[in-house]
């Protein structure tokens, strides 16, 4: 069973650094692509960042502008969002989410399991 945990979500002040991390359990890590995305209270959910199964390659938001970095550790089967210069819009519910896409190449669309969310919340 494809099981994901977040962690690492809270309060920080505007400006402040969090590191989110996403645990994976009941699949072969390598052979997945990672995604994070986040969703405010009133908005739809949108793509965070996202790391290839194959090359690891990245994507990430234009609104992270440089700001977040993804990482991931297949040893221990953890990916890490890395969020740095945080802003009160970045507030929101985090999730990780997992799946091996069909297209290499489209890696960041579509996600079959997902996390059960990290709240994180910067104060202004």
């Known amino acids: 069973e494809v099981q994901l945990v977040e962690s690492g979500g809270g309060l920080v002040q505007a400006g402040g650094s969090l590191t989110l991390s996403c645990a994976g359990s009941?699949?072969?890590?390598?052979?997945?692509?990672i995604g994070w995305f986040r969703q405010a209270p009133g908005k739809e959910r949108e793509a965070v960042s996202c790391?290839?199964?194959?090359?690891?390659?990245?994507y990430y938001g234009d609104f992270v502008k440089g700001r977040f970095t993804i990482s991931s550790d297949s040893v221990q089967n953890t990916v890490y969002l890395h969020m740095t210069n945080l802003k009160p819009e970045d507030t929101a519910v985090y999730y990780c989410?997992?799946?091996?896409?069909?297209?290499?190449?489209?890696?960041?669309?579509?996600?079959?399991?997902w996390g059960q969310g990290t709240q994180v919340t910067v104060a202004s």
């Open positions: 009941g699949f072969f890590f390598d052979d997945y692509a």
């Open positions: 790391i290839s199964n194959d090359d690891h390659s990245k």
């Open positions: 989410a997992a799946d091996r896409p069909a297209d290499a190449a489209d890696y960041c669309s579509d996600f079959f399991y």
